[in-house]
């Protein structure tokens, strides 16, 4: 008997059911992220969390037979269909077929059969069904779904899963995020900037894409000269205005990085892989991108998916985050990802129209305040997936991948990394955009105070404001005798009143 699965005990007279008993019955090597046991005993509810295991009372218990906790997976647990796929490939043709056709009208046989032949491309030697009513294969009630389906008439199945065969995101549908889709944020962003002047809000725009710009770079821990923050930013502000495509994909990368010549501007010809390498230039790998044979297919496949989301309707954010993540999950350029995988979020935003016209989204502003957060979500995807991927090392201090690996990168469950976009957004609309615009109105109302009380050109006025906002409300001696000493201490005592009003 099991008494301990993917490195945790099983707990007390409890053993394993569904995907973690089909995983270990045909010793495959997959991540499981929730670990799932029966308990032989009664329990107080029919589910019990303890610890990674969530443990189903025993009145569910099934025969231990593959098909039979496939059933059990489909009826209990999430859907992961990068396991589901691997899974379904023990079958054999004749095996699935024969338990499917024993009652191929029953819900969970139609939704086997309909996943079958969906994830694996084979279709079974089954006769369509001829009548009968249409099932939703995921419940809206656990998952954020397709709401305008696709009717499969041969297995009565009405699809709604979010993505298409080659390339399908899992979005669960937790309290977390259905109150942030509940919020109408993007409803909220013109609340707040329905209050202020249009003159106001361009200079907001402007100095919050300058700002978005420069945390993009510090994200990734680099500090670039100022000019190109500003063309960065100015692409920022362009976002959402052409469709994405390779050749998209291509400019902008061409445009982030200036320099290409030690780097491949586009889809790159070697692997790649983010960790560090040792003294002896050996890599240490914390997670490897596509192969990059795979590259050209699969952002074909992730232009198709992009499209499909916008066709459907599905929310802005959730969009966004699927498209974004799922770049930078391939890692398809040399270097850039991560900036162009933050410019992915921009793009979709602006492109459903998300935020108004010449407005600009402060994405990365709010997760550089929240980056080990950020840096939590990516690393809690790919560091089960490590395990998948077979590689060695080169000469050149880089790696070679060894085993297909490609799916990889077509399933995932992104709804950790919606809920965390989502709470970056609401933190934006919330907290970023009004304190700018307070800040930025504050200024201004200074800046005309004090040109009633003394006469001086603009820029003077303004560097005086900053200079005594730096420093506690108060102008420091060294700022007067540096650059304002004909400047009375009761004007300054005067400017300083009107500063303290202001902010």
């Known amino acids: 008997m099991v008494i301990a699965f993917k490195n945790e005990i099983l707990p007390k007279s409890c053993k394993l059911i569904g995907y973690s008993w089909l995983i270990n019955n045909f010793d495959l090597n997959l991540p499981l992220r929730q670990l799932c046991c029966i308990s032989e005993k009664r329990l107080a509810s029919q589910i019990l969390r303890n610890g990674k295991w969530m443990i189903f009372d025993a009145q569910l218990m099934v025969e231990d037979m593959p098909y039979t906790h496939l059933e059990f997976a489909i009826k209990h647990e999430y859907l992961d269909l990068l396991v589901l796929k691997r899974v379904l490939a023990m079958f054999t043709i004749e095996d699935i077929s024969q338990n499917i056709s024993a009652n191929p009208k029953r819900i969970l046989s139609k939704k086997i059969w309909f996943l079958y032949e969906f994830l694996l491309k084979i279709e079974l030697p089954i006769q369509d069904l001829s009548a009968g009513k249409y099932d939703d294969l995921l419940d809206e009630k656990k998952y954020i779904v397709n709401q305008k389906h696709i009717k499969s008439k041969r297995h009565k199945i009405n699809n709604n899963l979010l ?172 270097d850039g990802n991560g900036r162009i995988h933050r410019y992915l979020i921009h793009h979709v935003l602006a492109n459903r129209d998300f935020y108004p016209k010449g407005m600009i989204f402060p994405i990365s ?121 004909l400047l009375t201490d009761e004007e300054i005592q005067s400017i300083e009143e009107v500063i303290r009003e202001n902010f």
């Open 163 to 334: 993505g298409t065969q080659n390339f399908c995101p899992i979005i669960k549908r937790t309290k977390k995020l259905q109150s942030f889709i509940d919020a109408n944020l993007s409803n909220e962003i013109s609340k707040v900037i329905g209050r202020v002047s249009k003159a106001l809000i361009r200079r907001v725009a402007s100095f919050l894409l300058l700002s978005d710009s420069k945390a993009s770079f510090e994200i990734e821990g680099e500090r670039p000269p100022k000019n190109r923050i500003e063309n960065w930013g100015k692409i920022i502000n362009e976002a959402g205005k052409t469709p994405l495509s390779i050749d998209e994909i291509k400019r902008l990368h061409a445009i982030l990085l200036e320099d290409s010549r030690f780097i491949k501007i586009g889809l790159r010809d070697d692997e790649v892989f983010l960790g560090d390498r040792d003294r002896e230039n050996y890599p240490i790998p914390e997670f490897i991108g596509a192969k990059s044979k795979d590259l050209n297919t699969l952002i074909q496949d992730w232009i198709e998916l992009e499209t499909k989301l916008s066709d459907i309707d599905i929310d802005p954010i959730l969009q966004a985050v699927i498209i974004a993540f799922s770049f930078v999950y391939i890692h398809p350029l040399e």
């Open 365 to 485: 502003n709010v997760i550089l305040d929240e980056i080990e957060k950020y840096r939590d979500i990516l690393v809690s995807h790919t560091e089960p997936l490590m395990s998948l991927i077979e590689y060695k090392a080169t000469n050149s201090g880089n790696v070679i991948v060894l085993n297909d690996t490609d799916d990889l990168y077509r399933y995932y469950d992104c709804t950790k990394s919606c809920e965390f976009i989502y709470q970056c957004v609401e933190k934006t609309i919330k907290e970023t955009l009004p304190d700018e615009l307070k800040y930025l109105s504050a200024f201004d109302n200074s800046y005309e105070a004090i040109n009633e009380i003394i006469q001086m050109p603009d820029n003077k006025i303004k560097s005086l404001i900053t200079f005594i906002l730096q420093n506690d409300k108060k102008l420091s001696k060294i700022k007067k005798e540096k650059y304002y000493p």
